[in-house]
């Protein structure tokens, strides 16, 4: 029966199985099921197309398939989007709206809602994603589309149950028979390549059923609704899946599920051999928490042991593998797979399959079915560890990652989804154990510390599953579920989790450990550092945010506590497992210390906003101690790293110090570390505190108050800025507040301001580098409107600007006067440098606004800033700043700065003086006046008794005992008999070996304190750890000396003050002057200053604090006076001469200084100077050394200097000098159209660009016309060429020898350098001012002839001139003799017909003809002039002063084309003089049918006439000649304008006009504009033309009234664009300066008394009259006769052609760019997913034509012709080579030039004025109109060559 249906139409079979199956007897099921076998039968391809259409017609029951789907659909009742795209889909986000981070829209809702104003972005999907339009748990609802707005589903009707029947029925079927396909193609070993060809076979197959699927899913909830039935409904599973129901096919059934059981074998985490293995060694290892490997105590320890002595290296993967198992609540995660229902199935091939893009749409499409939501989730939760075990398999890791995190996304982005199967499907358990699992696999031994006695194990940071980041996805969805609360709380809740979590963080606890080469470097850099710092950040820090995110309140405080307690159990396992006990080893370094950050994180939580007692978090002493180590390792090392220590270890070494405190780390990193390094400062005994720091910086042997020392540790060229390292630390540590009190706004306006400081920084680049908290849902957020109030705050917004040089500046923010005033501080600056650099660059800008406000005009210091108040809870670590290891650290550096000790520099002097000043702002609260009122007599000779600084500063130390070499200067001195001890002193016991425990070098420090303060003698008090810092077996004599010192800390620093400012007895109390001053001292007043400022100000605040220390300083300064030097020895002379040269000078250095900058400043003006004279592109020709291109009016020759040779000299025929010129043909003159309005880009199909009333287009349509209907010869010399591809050329000025050009050039031939020139092309630069050039215009030598003055009515009548014009013009050319000129100047003129394409040469019908060539020539300077013209703004109303006039070579070039053209004799027989000023015969054109006529005057184009007469005149030629021949062509001009008028008249107004020119034309008809018309009108009517035009144009019928005075106006209209090229023509031949005028009315009169036609006395208020302009050499009505006669005699042939060959209009607006919309997301919308109208493809690189709006592939090869790709192909099409393209995924431009091209900016630009390149950003982007006018203007004066630099071959490639 199924049989005899397939043979039968799909649609009737349908429609009676649809009946049958309605009736109840179920015969009809039972009919369709047998069909369902043979359609859907294994033996069957599932692609085959039958297949497909079977399912369709079936399910649609008899209905066509389209029309089931929108029946269907009528019923979607679903108000989700849902909308599933995949990579590189453009969609949107706003934060504005998102509930959740992971918010996004498709643009279709986006658009449809309102998001005006808010925070949004435009992004490329990197791994595909949906839309979340209409889901209330993910965005708000005022977000939401008008088509996702919630409504209630009530007023949808329900899904009649007939609708969907067959459907219910056919897709369980089509389901299974997918499942079916997928088993079959499965096959295990994956790495073999036929296999995978295999698998992607299979897929390939399965595809047309997926579609079906996928096109199911799109018809909305009704069906979604039968498909989730149909996917979560168990029987169905079971009845189908085992295949029992199918009775014929039972061993395909069977062998097809024992695949699916064999392929469901290894999906468990652990295989079962492990298990096995794993169940004993539970047993062993007992049931107790097993940490890390094997580092707890008790029975756990001892297994781990004897195991990995047994199984050595493989040990330690089984080891873990164990106490994964072990702390694993659940063995389910471990186990294989049981699926229950098609989902679960299907999901489990699709990770077998490495998610195929097609299955994971489908999956996804399903989404908005709340009930398929909630099943699958559990489904992928399910199948959560078999998919992570896939992925660290699988070969393309990154794809599939993308694709995993496409689904997961989607699931646990919703709260209460992800807390539902938290509760009931045990997520964090299994993301946990997963990660473990997987981390597992790359485990190596740690080598830190104690390498033999190491139990501790790492990740091996060169794994592939660190390297390649595959451990992302999960880690991804692990801070997706933590930024719920919820989940967060159970995370925190379940002790169990967070051991294993602390165990997981201790992977990384000390990871990529770096060792110091001492020796050679090293062999191989490894570059796994990056894979680490990215590993902690996300696998540790970023779940740390999201948890700290919910310990925000008091309610959170007990999770916060039991955090921090599992950190310290995580510590002490790890102190325990490295064997650590009190010294780190030396020369290692690890970057990686998560559980102490951690640690710290939590510490700052639970003190800042839960208010918890610190002391009750912190551990004991010892472990404190412990936990400063390995931070403060980290901060010495970077001292080393700066200092070049590690430089053996390779660049890399310097790339993991960067990061460190890169803008994306600092915060999870540095910040941590230093914070939990002030955490121990304040509870650990300072002392102990201080000397570790020296210590760990090993600069403790520098700390001796002896000329020499030896240090182990360091070598002397590092010992300078190691030092300046430990005591920048100590500065740091001290200043800094960031966790210790500074609250959210401080904090983010130090970071801004900081940024600031070191540079004008864009708002992107504010925002990435003050990034925001890892966590996306932590208060403040970079963009956010919290962010902008404070950057508009703190900085000033500079909008962009264009430089002269080319490159754009975006819009910079830079720091308001007030904040470099009140908040630069140089210490956050040091914080947050990457670059060393930045710090000066800091110094430089602030050193630049104290100059500017005039506050400080020498070298300033770094400012002191007066710190924010600490937490009380921090308060003991300002006991750093009164311990008494510091003081004499401090003296004792004083004392060397003093002295002039080697090492020492300013950096170090005003560190310790902010150490100083510091602890003066900080005194302890005990009062120091009892000290005070004893202090003198304490003063002895010993180190400070007290701690407190205040009185210590004046305590005086007499005398010091220090171990010297015996060769040091301190040797020969006697040894007074009271003395005390340096520090260095007690090396000389026997107390120099190593201490090993932090205990015995504690009390060992106390005894040494105990016994120099009650000792007799008053030794040194010796600071902590000093007996072990210098080497045992130093091998230098050494002995000890006392040294007398007898000077005080404020006696130091009144000494350092007079050294500074270079004067003695510089410092004079300033309270002996005004005696209130130390009561109210200002401390903004001595902020700004060097280091004299900073040393008064610490005396001023010592002053203040301390009577004692008042009484102190006036001593000091009376004694000061005019000391008596004590007798020394010669070399202490020697030293003394020295000291004082040096105070010299330090005194001459200002002045040194100011003479350097005058210097520097008068180089920068001669400089500006020279490109004032050299380059400047504005500057009127009145230059005479540079304005060659003027004939000069005097006896000399023009001098010309050779910029090679630097030779001057005039110009000859031997050996000509050559302007550098720049040929380019340009079409910028044919893209002017008719409409004054530039043209609107398209950006809907409705809108279109038609390049017809272009004037490239128009000139191109009228020679055709006249070609066709009139002689060849005669239609070349009619008209001009160029407007397409005509060539231009522009100079920069200066000229050469053209011998020595040809040497410049063999000389860049040779040069090997990369060029982003062609030389071989000719191409240079300019030897002076490097201005791009490609050929030298040979400039011709002047004549040595007295050039008379010449007045334009002068004797000599028209008539006269005419004839001498005509005679001069039947002279033969005559062949130039063969000079170096001569071939330099036919050089040239080939170099100008190359510049351009052969198409746009040729338009003659004999290709290569000489009218062709005549017809280049002669365009060639017409397009010159009217460029000019154009540049000048299109009109000579400035004249010669007008500011776009460039350098011209329009003479050079004239004569050039001059000699060529003169080459050429035109017959006499068809001259156009003669027939422009006699009567002639007019020859029958019947005469010789073969032959077409000549083109009528009054068609031919006057400016085009006179560059024919002029270059066709010899070289002689006079200024008379010229206006004769002006004249002349002005009358045929008027005439062609009253023609041209005559038809824009109707009949009538005709026929009016006729008849009263008639009347007058008995008066002086010659210069009468009404008789000239009427005469036109009646000689033309003769034609019978205008009836042809009232018929063919019944436009040009205007209702317009006519009166003289419009007529008046509008020829001359007409008339001005001759004018004007015959102007500037005149200008540039005889050196006339160009009259200008006020108004534009002002012009046409003003250019007619310029060029002869008017009398110059003739005022320029004085209304003007064009005809009056008028002057014929024959009789008037007679000659307008004939020029009429020529037209009507040839109409005949071509009368549809008449009226456009006779209307002519001259008037062109000024060429422009198309108009760009506002909005930049109006032509992206619109073009980014538009087809190439040549290959119908979405280009990958869409562009657009700014020019001509053309949309084009770039780099497309479907579109490529002849080697040529599609933008360069138009470049040429469209602008002769010149093409201006806006990329339109990337909203950049790019110019191409020729051979060239480069990325010329944007001229669309954000809010903050910012480029938005390849639109990363996404933020919405406004067209900058000032950067289109740029980019407008360089395409009109064609000077892209010469503004933009950057440029590059393009090999025809774009």
Same mark, same amino acid.
């Given at each position: 029966?199924?049989?005899?249906?397939?043979?039968?139409?799909?649609?009737?079979?349908?429609?009676?199985?649809?009946?049958?199956?309605?009736?109840?007897?179920?015969?009809?099921?039972?009919?369709?099921?047998?069909?369902?076998?043979? $359609?859907?039968?294994?033996?069957?391809?599932?692609?085959?197309?039958?297949?497909?259409?079977?399912?369709?017609?079936?399910?649609?029951?008899?209905?066509?398939?389209?029309?089931?789907?929108?029946?269907?659909?009528?019923?979607?009742?679903?108000?989700?989007?849902?909308?599933?795209?995949?990579?590189?889909?453009?969609?949107?986000?706003?934060?504005?709206?998102?509930?959740?981070?992971?918010?996004?829209?498709?643009?279709?809702?986006?658009?449809?809602?309102?998001?005006?104003?808010?925070?949004?972005?435009?992004?490329?999907?990197?791994?595909?994603?949906?839309?979340?339009?209409?889901?209330?748990?993910?965005?708000?609802?005022?977000?939401?589309?008008?088509? /996702?707005?919630?409504?209630?589903?009530?007023?949808?009707?329900?899904?009649?149950?007939?609708?969907?029947?067959?459907?219910?029925?056919? @897709? %369980?079927?089509?389901?299974?028979?997918?499942?079916?396909?997928?088993?079959?193609?499965?096959?295990?070993?994956?790495?073999?390549?036929?296999?995978?060809?295999?698998?992607?076979?299979t897929l390939q197959q399965m595809e047309p059923l997926i579609s079906l699927l996928e096109d199911l899913t799109k018809m909305g909830g009704a069906m979604r609704s039968i498909l989730t039935r149909v996917l979560g409904n168990h029987q169905i599973y079971k009845d189908l899946s085992s295949g029992d129901f199918c009775t014929g096919e039972k061993t395909y059934a069977k062998k097809n599920y024992d695949k699916y059981l064999a392929a469901l074998k290894g999906s468990g985490l652990v295989s079962s051999e492990e298990r096995s293995v794993t169940s004993v060694l539970d047993q062993m290892a007992g049931a107790s928490n097993v940490t890390i490997l094997g580092a707890t105590t008790g029975a756990g320890q001892m297994d781990s042991s004897d195991e990995e002595e047994q199984d050595g290296s493989q040990g330690i993967g089984k080891r873990k593998r164990v106490k994964l198992c072990n702390s694993t609540k659940d063995p389910s995660i471990m186990d294989i797979l049981k699926h229950k229902c098609f989902l679960e199935e299907i999901l489990f091939w699709t990770v077998k399959y490495e998610f195929p893009q097609k299955m994971v749409t489908f999956l996804l499409n399903m989404l908005p079915d709340q009930d398929y939501k909630i099943a699958f989730t559990k489904t992928f939760v399910q199948h959560y560890a078999f998919i992570m075990k896939t992925l660290i398999k699988s070969h393309e890791s990154d794809t599939m990652s993308n694709r995993i995190v496409h689904i997961s996304v989607q699931l646990f982005s919703n709260e209460e989804l992800a807390r539902q199967v938290t509760e009931e499907c045990q997520l964090l358990e299994i993301m946990v154990t997963v990660l473990l699992y997987m981390m597992e696999s790359c485990l190596v031994k740690s080598e830190l510390q104690d390498e033999e006695n190491n139990f501790h194990v790492v990740v091996n940071c060169g794994e592939p599953l660190l390297k390649n980041n595959t451990y992302w996805p999960l880690v991804s969805d692990f801070i997706n579920i933590l930024s719920h609360q919820s989940v967060a709380k159970r995370f925190l809740e379940d002790q169990g989790l967070l051991q294993m979590w602390m165990n997981f963080v201790s992977f990384f606890q000390g990871m990529n450990l770096n060792k110091r080469e001492l020796n050679e470097h090293v062999e191989f850099e490894s570059q796994t550092y990056y894979a680490a710092f990215a590993a902690e950040l996300e696998a540790c820090a970023q779940p740390m945010w999201g948890l700290l995110t919910h310990c925000k309140v008091k309610e959170m405080e007990e999770y916060t506590r039991t955090v921090v307690r599992y950190c310290l159990d995580a510590l002490q396992d790890w102190f325990d497992a490295i064997n650590f006990v009190d010294e780190p080893a030396p020369n290692q370094v690890t970057f990686h210390l998560p559980l102490h950050r951690y640690y710290a994180m939590f510490l700052s939580k639970a003190v800042r906003c839960q208010q918890l007692d610190l002391d009750s978090l912190l551990p004991d002493q010892e472990m404190l101690m412990k936990m400063m180590v390995h931070p403060l390792q980290i901060q010495a090392s970077l001292s080393e790293i700066h200092s070049n220590m590690w430089v053996r270890n390779g660049l890399q070494i310097k790339g993991q110090a960067m990061t460190y405190v890169q803008s994306h780390f600092y915060n999870s990193m540095i910040d941590p570390?230093?914070?939990?390094?002030?955490?121990?400062?304040?509870?650990?005994?300072?002392?102990?505190?201080?000397?570790?720091?020296?210590?760990?910086?090993?600069?403790?042997?520098?700390?001796?108050?002896?000329?020499?020392?030896?240090?182990?540790?360091?070598?002397?060229?590092?010992?300078?800025?190691?030092?300046?390292?430990?005591?920048?630390?100590?500065?740091?540590?001290?200043?800094?507040?960031?966790?210790?009190?500074?609250?959210?706004?401080? &904090?983010?306006?130090?970071?801004?301001?900081?940024?600031?400081?070191?540079?004008?920084?864009?708002?992107?680049?504010?925002?990435?580098? &003050?990034?925001?908290?890892?966590?996306?849902?932590?208060?403040?957020?970079?963009?956010?409107?919290?962010?902008?109030?404070?950057?508009?705050?703190?900085?000033?917004?500079?909008?962009?600007?264009?430089?002269?040089?080319?490159?754009?500046?975006?819009?910079?923010?830079?720091?308001?006067?007030?904040?470099?005033?009140?908040?630069?501080?140089?210490?956050?600056?040091?914080?947050?440098?990457?670059?060393?650099?930045?710090?000066?660059?800091?110094?430089?800008?602030?050193?630049?606004?104290?100059?500017?406000?005039?506050?400080?005009?020498?070298?300033?210091?770094? %400012?002191?800033?007066e710190r924010a108040r600490l937490n009380p809870s921090y308060k003991g670590l300002m006991r750093i700043l009164h311990c008494k290891t510091l003081h004499i650290v401090l003296f004792t550096l004083l004392y060397k700065i003093s002295m002039d000790h080697q090492n020492m520099s300013e950096h170090i002097l005003c560190m310790v003086l902010n150490l100083i000043e510091l602890g003066l702002d900080n005194l302890p609260e005990e009062t120091v006046e009892e000290e005070e009122m004893f202090g003198e007599e304490r003063c002895s000779d010993s180190w400070f008794h007290g701690t407190n600084i205040a009185t210590n500063l004046h305590h005086i130390i007499n005398h010091v005992r220090v171990r010297v070499p015996e060769t040091a200067p301190e040797v020969t001195r006697e040894p007074p008999a009271s003395t005390s001890s340096d520090a260095t002193c007690v090396q000389s016991s026997n107390t120099a070996q190593v201490f090993s425990l932090v205990a015995e070098r504690r009390r060992k420090f106390q005894e040494i304190i105990n016994r120099n303060s009650s000792s007799t003698i008053h030794t040194a008090d010796v600071r902590p750890k000093t007996s072990k810092w210098t080497a045992p077996n130093s091998t230098p004599q050494f002995t000890t000396t006392i040294l007398e010192v007898r000077e005080s800390m404020l006696s130091l620093l009144i000494k350092i003050h007079h050294k500074l400012s270079g004067k003695q007895n510089s410092y004079y109390p300033c309270w002996l002057e005004n005696s209130e001053s130390t009561s109210r001292l200002d401390p903004m007043q001595q902020i700004h200053g060097d280091g004299t400022t900073a040393v008064e100000r610490i005396l001023k605040k010592t002053a203040a604090r301390s009577r004692q220390n008042k009484f102190s300083i006036e001593e000091i300064c009376r004694k000061v006076?005019?000391?008596?030097?004590?007798?020394?020895? &010669?070399?202490?002379?020697?030293?003394?001469?020295?000291?004082?040269?040096?105070?010299?000078?330090?005194?001459?250095?200002?002045?040194?200084?100011?003479?350097?900058? #005058?210097?520097?400043?008068?180089?920068?003006?001669?400089?500006?100077?020279?490109?004032? !004279?050299?380059?400047?592109?504005?500057?009127?020709?009145?230059? $005479?050394?540079?304005?060659?291109?003027?004939?000069?009016?005097?006896?000399?020759e023009t001098v010309y200097d050779c910029v090679i040779c630097g030779q001057s000299g005039p110009s000859t025929e031997e050996r000509p000098t050559g302007l550098v010129v720049l040929l380019q043909a340009s079409s910028v003159l044919g893209h002017r159209r008719r409409s004054t309005e530039p043209k609107k880009l398209p950006t809907s199909d409705e809108e279109q660009i038609y390049p017809?009333?272009?004037?490239?287009?128009?000139?191109?349509?009228?020679?055709?016309?006249?070609?066709?209907?009139?002689?060849?010869?005669?239609?070349?010399?009619?008209?001009?060429?160029?407007?397409?591809?005509?060539?231009?050329?522009?100079?920069?000025?200066?000229?050469?020898?053209?011998?020595?050009?040809?040497?410049?050039?063999?000389? @860049?031939?040779?040069?090997?350098?990369?060029?982003?020139?062609?030389?071989? *092309?000719?191409?240079?630069?300019?030897?002076?001012?490097?201005?791009?050039?490609?050929?030298?215009?040979?400039?011709y030598p002047e004549k040595n002839e007295e050039k008379s003055p010449w007045l334009p009515y002068n004797n000599k009548t028209l008539q006269v001139l005419i004839r001498e014009v005509e005679e001069q013009q039947e002279q033969l050319g005559m062949f130039p003799s063969v000079t170096n000129l001569s071939k330099e100047m036919e050089s040239v003129m080939k170099d100008i017909r190359s510049t351009t394409q052969k198409k746009y040469i040729d338009y003659g019908k004999i290709p290569g003809s000489p009218d062709n060539d005549f017809l280049f020539m002669y365009s060639v300077a017409r397009l010159n002039l009217e460029l000019e013209l154009v540049h000048r703004g299109g009109n000579l109303c400035s004249g010669g002063a007008s500011a776009t006039t460039k350098r011209s070579c329009l003479n050079q070039l004239l004569h050039v084309l001059a000699m060529h053209m003169r080459l050429f004799r035109i017959d006499s027989?068809?001259?156009?003089?003669?027939?422009?000023?006699?009567?002639?015969?007019?020859?029958?054109?019947?005469?010789?049918?073969?032959? #077409?006529?000549?083109? %009528?005057?009054?068609?031919?184009?006057?400016?085009?006439?006179?560059?024919?007469?002029?270059?066709?005149?010899?070289?002689?030629?006079?200024?008379?000649?010229?206006?004769?021949?002006?004249?002349?062509?002005?009358?045929?001009?008027? $005439?062609?304008?009253?023609?041209?008028?005559?038809?824009?008249?109707?009949?009538?107004?005709?026929?009016?006009? *006729?008849?009263?020119? #008639? @009347?007058?034309?008995?008066?002086?008809?010659?210069?009468?504009?009404?008789?000239?018309?009427?005469?036109?009108?009646?000689?033309?009517?003769?034609?019978?033309?205008?009836?042809?035009?009232? &018929?063919?144009?019944?436009?040009?019928?205007?209702?317009?009234?006519?009166?003289?005075?419009?007529?008046?106006?509008?020829?001359?209209?007409?008339?001005?664009?001759?004018?004007? !090229?015959?102007?500037?023509?005149? /200008?540039?031949?005889?050196?006339?300066?160009?009259?200008?005028?006020?108004?534009?009315?002002?012009?046409?009169?003003?250019?007619?008394?310029?060029?002869?036609?008017?009398?110059?006395?003739?005022?320029?208020?004085?209304?003007?009259?064009?005809?009056?302009?008028?002057?014929? %050499?024959?009789?008037?009505?007679?000659?307008?006769?004939?020029?009429?006669?020529?037209?009507? !005699?040839?109409?005949?042939?071509?009368?549809?052609?008449?009226?456009?060959?006779?209307v002519q209009d001259p008037q062109w607006p000024l060429p422009c760019l198309l108009q760009l919309p506002e909005n930049y997301n109006t032509i992206?919308?619109?073009?980014?997913?538009?087809?190439?109208?040549?290959?119908?493809?979405?280009?990958?690189?869409?562009?657009?034509?700014? $020019?001509?709006?053309?949309?084009?592939?770039?780099?497309?090869?479907?579109?490529?012709?002849?080697?040529?790709?599609?933008?360069?192909? /138009?470049?040429?099409?469209?602008?002769?080579?010149?093409?201006?393209?806006?990329l339109i995924n990337a909203s950049v431009i790019i110019v191409i030039r020729g051979h060239r091209f480069c990325v010329w900016g944007s001229v669309y630009l954000d809010t903050h004025g910012e480029e938005d390149r390849d639109l990363r950003r996404g933020k919405p982007l406004y067209l900058c109109s000032e950067r289109y006018k740029v980019l407008e203007q360089q395409w009109v004066t064609h000077t892209f060559d010469h503004i933009n630099k950057r440029w590059g071959p393009h090999y025809n490639g774009l």
């Amino acid at each position: 029966m199924a049989v005899s249906l397939l043979r039968r139409d799909k649609r009737s079979v349908a429609a009676s199985l649809k009946a049958e199956c309605s009736r109840p007897d179920g015969r009809g099921v039972q009919l369709l099921s047998e069909l369902l076998d043979n $359609v859907l039968s294994p033996k069957r391809p599932v692609a085959e197309a039958e297949v497909i259409e079977w399912c369709k017609c079936l399910m649609a029951g008899g209905e066509s398939f389209d029309d089931f789907c929108k029946m269907v659909r009528a019923y979607d009742n679903a108000t989700l989007c849902g909308l599933v795209w995949t990579a590189n889909f453009v969609a949107y986000r706003c934060r504005t709206c998102g509930i959740s981070p992971c918010m996004s829209l498709c643009a279709e809702c986006f658009n449809a809602g309102e998001h005006t104003g808010h925070d949004f972005n435009m992004f490329r999907s990197q791994a595909g994603g949906a839309c979340d339009c209409g889901d209330s748990s993910v965005m708000r609802d005022s977000g939401f589309c008008k088509r /996702h707005r919630s409504t209630s589903s009530s007023s949808i009707p329900s899904v009649p149950n007939e609708l969907m029947m067959m459907s219910e029925h056919i @897709l %369980p079927r089509v389901i299974l028979r997918l499942v079916q396909h997928l088993r079959d193609g499965y096959s295990e070993s994956v790495s073999d390549p036929a296999t995978e060809r295999d698998l992607q076979k299979t897929l390939q197959q399965m595809e047309p059923l997926i579609s079906l699927l996928e096109d199911l899913t799109k018809m909305g909830g009704a069906m979604r609704s039968i498909l989730t039935r149909v996917l979560g409904n168990h029987q169905i599973y079971k009845d189908l899946s085992s295949g029992d129901f199918c009775t014929g096919e039972k061993t395909y059934a069977k062998k097809n599920y024992d695949k699916y059981l064999a392929a469901l074998k290894g999906s468990g985490l652990v295989s079962s051999e492990e298990r096995s293995v794993t169940s004993v060694l539970d047993q062993m290892a007992g049931a107790s928490n097993v940490t890390i490997l094997g580092a707890t105590t008790g029975a756990g320890q001892m297994d781990s042991s004897d195991e990995e002595e047994q199984d050595g290296s493989q040990g330690i993967g089984k080891r873990k593998r164990v106490k994964l198992c072990n702390s694993t609540k659940d063995p389910s995660i471990m186990d294989i797979l049981k699926h229950k229902c098609f989902l679960e199935e299907i999901l489990f091939w699709t990770v077998k399959y490495e998610f195929p893009q097609k299955m994971v749409t489908f999956l996804l499409n399903m989404l908005p079915d709340q009930d398929y939501k909630i099943a699958f989730t559990k489904t992928f939760v399910q199948h959560y560890a078999f998919i992570m075990k896939t992925l660290i398999k699988s070969h393309e890791s990154d794809t599939m990652s993308n694709r995993i995190v496409h689904i997961s996304v989607q699931l646990f982005s919703n709260e209460e989804l992800a807390r539902q199967v938290t509760e009931e499907c045990q997520l964090l358990e299994i993301m946990v154990t997963v990660l473990l699992y997987m981390m597992e696999s790359c485990l190596v031994k740690s080598e830190l510390q104690d390498e033999e006695n190491n139990f501790h194990v790492v990740v091996n940071c060169g794994e592939p599953l660190l390297k390649n980041n595959t451990y992302w996805p999960l880690v991804s969805d692990f801070i997706n579920i933590l930024s719920h609360q919820s989940v967060a709380k159970r995370f925190l809740e379940d002790q169990g989790l967070l051991q294993m979590w602390m165990n997981f963080v201790s992977f990384f606890q000390g990871m990529n450990l770096n060792k110091r080469e001492l020796n050679e470097h090293v062999e191989f850099e490894s570059q796994t550092y990056y894979a680490a710092f990215a590993a902690e950040l996300e696998a540790c820090a970023q779940p740390m945010w999201g948890l700290l995110t919910h310990c925000k309140v008091k309610e959170m405080e007990e999770y916060t506590r039991t955090v921090v307690r599992y950190c310290l159990d995580a510590l002490q396992d790890w102190f325990d497992a490295i064997n650590f006990v009190d010294e780190p080893a030396p020369n290692q370094v690890t970057f990686h210390l998560p559980l102490h950050r951690y640690y710290a994180m939590f510490l700052s939580k639970a003190v800042r906003c839960q208010q918890l007692d610190l002391d009750s978090l912190l551990p004991d002493q010892e472990m404190l101690m412990k936990m400063m180590v390995h931070p403060l390792q980290i901060q010495a090392s970077l001292s080393e790293i700066h200092s070049n220590m590690w430089v053996r270890n390779g660049l890399q070494i310097k790339g993991q110090a960067m990061t460190y405190v890169q803008s994306h780390f600092y915060n999870s990193m540095i910040d941590p570390d230093i914070f939990l390094l002030q955490v121990c400062a304040s509870r650990l005994d300072p002392d102990y505190f201080v000397s570790s720091v020296f210590e760990r910086f090993k600069v403790v042997d520098l700390l001796t108050m002896a000329s020499q020392h030896q240090n182990g540790a360091l070598d002397p060229e590092h010992e300078r800025s190691m030092l300046e390292g430990a005591l920048t630390f100590l500065v740091l540590l001290l200043s800094l507040r960031i966790h210790l009190g500074m609250t959210d706004d401080e &904090i983010l306006r130090a970071e801004m301001v900081a940024q600031l400081c070191m540079s004008d920084r864009t708002h992107s680049t504010l925002l990435d580098l &003050i990034p925001e908290n890892p966590n996306p849902k932590s208060g403040i957020t970079p963009g956010s409107y919290y962010f902008e109030n404070m950057l508009s705050a703190v900085a000033d917004f500079k909008a962009p600007v264009f430089e002269p040089g080319g490159s754009m500046q975006q819009g910079m923010y830079t720091p308001k006067a007030d904040v470099w005033n009140l908040e630069f501080d140089p210490i956050m600056v040091i914080l947050r440098t990457v670059y060393r650099r930045d710090v000066q660059s800091a110094m430089d800008r602030y050193m630049g606004f104290l100059k500017q406000t005039g506050k400080f005009n020498g070298n300033p210091w770094p %400012p002191y800033r007066e710190r924010a108040r600490l937490n009380p809870s921090y308060k003991g670590l300002m006991r750093i700043l009164h311990c008494k290891t510091l003081h004499i650290v401090l003296f004792t550096l004083l004392y060397k700065i003093s002295m002039d000790h080697q090492n020492m520099s300013e950096h170090i002097l005003c560190m310790v003086l902010n150490l100083i000043e510091l602890g003066l702002d900080n005194l302890p609260e005990e009062t120091v006046e009892e000290e005070e009122m004893f202090g003198e007599e304490r003063c002895s000779d010993s180190w400070f008794h007290g701690t407190n600084i205040a009185t210590n500063l004046h305590h005086i130390i007499n005398h010091v005992r220090v171990r010297v070499p015996e060769t040091a200067p301190e040797v020969t001195r006697e040894p007074p008999a009271s003395t005390s001890s340096d520090a260095t002193c007690v090396q000389s016991s026997n107390t120099a070996q190593v201490f090993s425990l932090v205990a015995e070098r504690r009390r060992k420090f106390q005894e040494i304190i105990n016994r120099n303060s009650s000792s007799t003698i008053h030794t040194a008090d010796v600071r902590p750890k000093t007996s072990k810092w210098t080497a045992p077996n130093s091998t230098p004599q050494f002995t000890t000396t006392i040294l007398e010192v007898r000077e005080s800390m404020l006696s130091l620093l009144i000494k350092i003050h007079h050294k500074l400012s270079g004067k003695q007895n510089s410092y004079y109390p300033c309270w002996l002057e005004n005696s209130e001053s130390t009561s109210r001292l200002d401390p903004m007043q001595q902020i700004h200053g060097d280091g004299t400022t900073a040393v008064e100000r610490i005396l001023k605040k010592t002053a203040a604090r301390s009577r004692q220390n008042k009484f102190s300083i006036e001593e000091i300064c009376r004694k000061v006076a005019p000391p008596v030097p004590p007798k020394k020895s &010669i070399s202490d002379k020697k030293a003394l001469d020295k000291e004082e040269s040096k105070r010299i000078a330090l005194a001459k250095a200002p002045e040194g200084r100011e003479r350097q900058q #005058k210097l520097l400043a008068e180089f920068a003006s001669r400089q500006k100077s020279f490109m004032e !004279t050299a380059m400047d592109l504005e500057s009127p020709d009145s230059d $005479v050394a540079m304005d060659i291109g003027s004939s000069e009016k005097q006896d000399s020759e023009t001098v010309y200097d050779c910029v090679i040779c630097g030779q001057s000299g005039p110009s000859t025929e031997e050996r000509p000098t050559g302007l550098v010129v720049l040929l380019q043909a340009s079409s910028v003159l044919g893209h002017r159209r008719r409409s004054t309005e530039p043209k609107k880009l398209p950006t809907s199909d409705e809108e279109q660009i038609y390049p017809e009333d272009t004037c490239g287009t128009a000139h191109d349509v009228r020679i055709t016309d006249l070609q066709r209907h009139f002689k060849d010869s005669s239609c070349l010399q009619s008209v001009s060429i160029g407007w397409e591809g005509g060539v231009y050329v522009q100079t920069c000025g200066h000229t050469l020898h053209i011998d020595c050009h040809k040497s410049y050039m063999e000389s @860049l031939r040779n040069d090997q350098v990369l060029q982003s020139f062609s030389v071989d *092309k000719g191409e240079f630069t300019c030897p002076l001012c490097r201005q791009f050039a490609n050929s030298v215009l040979p400039c011709y030598p002047e004549k040595n002839e007295e050039k008379s003055p010449w007045l334009p009515y002068n004797n000599k009548t028209l008539q006269v001139l005419i004839r001498e014009v005509e005679e001069q013009q039947e002279q033969l050319g005559m062949f130039p003799s063969v000079t170096n000129l001569s071939k330099e100047m036919e050089s040239v003129m080939k170099d100008i017909r190359s510049t351009t394409q052969k198409k746009y040469i040729d338009y003659g019908k004999i290709p290569g003809s000489p009218d062709n060539d005549f017809l280049f020539m002669y365009s060639v300077a017409r397009l010159n002039l009217e460029l000019e013209l154009v540049h000048r703004g299109g009109n000579l109303c400035s004249g010669g002063a007008s500011a776009t006039t460039k350098r011209s070579c329009l003479n050079q070039l004239l004569h050039v084309l001059a000699m060529h053209m003169r080459l050429f004799r035109i017959d006499s027989a068809y001259n156009p003089w003669s027939r422009l000023t006699r009567l002639t015969q007019v020859i029958d054109s019947g005469i010789c049918d073969d032959e #077409k006529p000549d083109v %009528p005057l009054l068609y031919r184009d006057v400016p085009s006439l006179l560059m024919i007469l002029v270059l066709t005149m010899p070289q002689e030629f006079h200024k008379e000649h010229f206006t004769c021949i002006v004249k002349v062509l002005y009358n045929l001009l008027y $005439v062609q304008a009253i023609a041209t008028l005559s038809f824009r008249f109707n009949e009538e107004e005709r026929e009016a006009w *006729k008849n009263s020119g #008639k @009347l007058q034309i008995m008066g002086n008809s010659e210069k009468n504009c009404e008789v000239l018309l009427s005469h036109v009108i009646s000689e033309l009517s003769k034609g019978k033309l205008y009836c042809a035009s009232n &018929i063919n144009q019944p436009s040009m019928i205007t209702t317009t009234i006519w009166s003289l005075q419009s007529l008046e106006y509008s020829i001359q209209q007409f008339c001005l664009p001759f004018f004007r !090229t015959a102007s500037l023509l005149q /200008h540039h031949l005889f050196s006339d300066d160009l009259p200008s005028c006020q108004q534009t009315e002002e012009e046409f009169g003003m250019l007619a008394r310029y060029l002869g036609l008017l009398p110059s006395s003739l005022h320029s208020t004085d209304e003007v009259n064009s005809s009056s302009c008028l002057e014929w %050499p024959v009789a008037t009505l007679d000659i307008v006769s004939q020029w009429c006669l020529e037209v009507t !005699t040839s109409a005949e042939s071509h009368s549809e052609q008449v009226m456009n060959l006779l209307v002519q209009d001259p008037q062109w607006p000024l060429p422009c760019l198309l108009q760009l919309p506002e909005n930049y997301n109006t032509i992206f919308q619109y073009y980014h997913r538009k087809a190439c109208i040549h290959c119908s493809k979405v280009p990958k690189d869409p562009a657009l034509c700014l $020019v001509c709006g053309t949309f084009v592939c770039l780099k497309g090869q479907c579109c490529k012709q002849q080697s040529y790709c599609e933008c360069v192909l /138009h470049s040429q099409n469209c602008g002769a080579g010149t093409g201006i393209f806006l990329l339109i995924n990337a909203s950049v431009i790019i110019v191409i030039r020729g051979h060239r091209f480069c990325v010329w900016g944007s001229v669309y630009l954000d809010t903050h004025g910012e480029e938005d390149r390849d639109l990363r950003r996404g933020k919405p982007l406004y067209l900058c109109s000032e950067r289109y006018k740029v980019l407008e203007q360089q395409w009109v004066t064609h000077t892209f060559d010469h503004i933009n630099k950057r440029w590059g071959p393009h090999y025809n490639g774009l």
